[in-house]
């Protein structure tokens, strides 16, 4: 099936573009103008689809107030169209068909708002994914098969986006990525992040936006970029709310549901939602080993393993919070997020551990129970004040974060003859592991607009982060507890202070922005075991820059560099051992440095829907998982150092073609090479890959408020640190229907159709010789049900962001 996948989405392609390309074509064009008969430059131009509103294409009017769109299919439509200070306008239906295939549109003329009497809405369909100057927007709601899903299984689906068995999240090949939940940081370790992700439902989500240059005024953390996911908030006025329950049936079923209200009026906007559900799911993991002399090539013994895990969870998330308008000018909001869940597993293994020949030496069964218990609250105060009308503006917020962790863990292990006659006592080993992280963040940002068209953007941040993690390992052999000398107590603190400015300036066709950011770090960490203690204080600068040129109205290019850097995870710097079984466990390195990358991107958008971009990084002394083995003990441990580098150069096609007014297309495709090149143990290491990431959507829209959906993925033979990952993706298939005149919907899809989502790969360098393959539960049907309910008529309030963002990435928070 992983052979003919790729075959399936081509065809998917081709079908798509044949269809495409058999279509009657035409023309549309117009002018925009204001009241006074001034045509308007840069105005908003949307073409919708007269049946439902639903978005076809979208463009800018040119100096003169002309704009166009061409090669589109027979059909009726009508245009809307916005700019600043004015109000939106329409044009009146048209109807494009053969015999009349080019249409030039009466002027339009836009009002300001401050003489707008009112009329009616026209909503139009946002597309499943939108191309912005260095940014791309996965719409949620576009698509029927995102439905049920949560926000991890989301990811997998977002252009450039991969994700590998153990939840490291990469964008365009890179690791080192930034998740931000509504502009404000997540401080959790990638395997915490993994489950809070899983937690979080699409019914919840707005946007996942993807940024792989942000500019100065974010955080210079996250080596491949930012992802930033965007919740849903009420905006409107009045009493208003959502609804939804989810039933998924895999191996397991799980469910999960909530419900979010908004009340708005003049000065007040209240806001608040609560969501739980149930998650249960399995993993098959295999991994066979080859253990080689001190000479790295002579054949020592090898180990084959087989561990099934049953795992099940149970998490509420709750969000209140306030925005108060005291004038046109000043308001000042107030929200809390907390987050709550117990999970268990409980892993079971077997182990033969051989000679060099082959031959079964002895057995090793391993029997696991781990429970963990978590809670984070979070909060966020924000204040901005307005000036004037130009944009001047002043803002500021304080943030508070709080973690708690405790698992605990049992793992119970028995020795064999290759004869499976039991050796010796049985070895039980217990831990108790709690941990308590405790966040504080400030900062304050300024925006000032020139009379000559230059615009300032600056501000300051400091944060704090204390962490307080203990280990602690009772062992026993049969005749009763003993310490065990892995535990440990590790106390980590941090303070980071910035400050950032960006000039930017539009200049006829030009669009020139460039930023500068300078990040001091202090950090100190204490293992109470043994009294040791590192210092660190480093300060640097990020340069940021981009440069957009409009040739035409069909033809944009963008170039954009920006200097990042990785800081390590809090849980990789703590050096206590978890284990996963009797012969393989993880174990942090509080020796890591910080890794700094360069990104440089060129890109081209044509027509405003197909966009071509090559990029290129480096990273030094870059963050890098590593499996290591220990002969003598047959053993595997994980754990992370700093690299000597990787290189990456990828060519990225994006296109969303408008097929028939029925069918929408979305392709992405993604070539790059990544490229590690360093010394592990005195043995150079050199590994290059050339992979292809791909995803392609087909939006079907029915008519009578039906539609349906048909989309895949797929990811060739890749890279992800040292280790080698076969190719994989996967077909989703689904169907949705609008209910209750618009206010409900029910959607029913099916994920990874044939099952062809399931991680293998190798990792073969110095003397570590490693093959691993997981099978877990990846196809499912889901089916659920939307409900809206209040007020749907009057937009719109802001949605405001928090100011902590690096920090939330890095530490180590219980998943649910």
Known sequence: MKKILPLLIFIFSAISLSAFAQAVKGKIHGTVIDGSTKTIESANITLLRAKDSSLVKISTSDKTGNYGFENIVAGKYLVSISAVAHATAYSEIVDLKTNNLSIVLKPIRLVAKSKTLGGVTVTAKRPLVEQRPGMTLLNVDASPTNAGLNALELLEKAPGVSIDNDGNISLKGKQ???????????????????????????????????????????????NSGIINIKTKKGTIKGMNGSANLNYNQGYYSRFNGGTNLNYRNNKLNLFGGVNGGTFRGYNKLEIDRKFYKSDHKTLAGSGDQVSRTQFKSQYTSVKAGLDYYFSKKDVAGFVVNGNFGDRSEDPFSNANINDENGMVLYKLRSQAYNESTSGNISANANYKHTFDSTGREISVDADFAYYKNRSNNDLITQSFSADNIKNGETVNLRGAIPSIVKIYSAKADYIHPFKNGIRLESGLKTSFVNTDNRVEYLRSNGNGWSLDNRSNHFIYKENINAAYAILSKKMKKWDVIAGLRIENTVSTGHQVKNDSTFKRNYTNLFPNVGIGYAANNKNQVNFSYSRRVGRPDYDALNPFVYFIDSLTYSQGNPYLQPQFTNNFELSHTYNRFLTTTINYTQTNDIITQLLKQDTEKKTTYQTRENFSSMKQIGLAIMANVPVRKWLNVNIYANIFNNHYAGIYQNDPIDISTTSLMSNITNSFTLGKGWNAEVSGWYRSKGVEGLLVANPMGAINSAISKQLFNKKASLKLGIRDIFRTQNFSGYAKYSDVDVNIKATRDTRQANLTFTYRFGKTNIPSERRKTGGANDEQNRVKSGGQ
Do not use: H, R
């Open 176 to 222: 080192g990525v930034m998740i931000l939940i509504d502009g404000k940081p997540t401080y959790m370790s990638a395997t915490d992040l993994a489950a809070f992700l899983k937690n979080m439902q699409s019914t919840n989500l707005d946007q996942i936006e993807i940024m792989t240059n942000p500019p100065a005024k974010y955080d210079a953390a996250g």
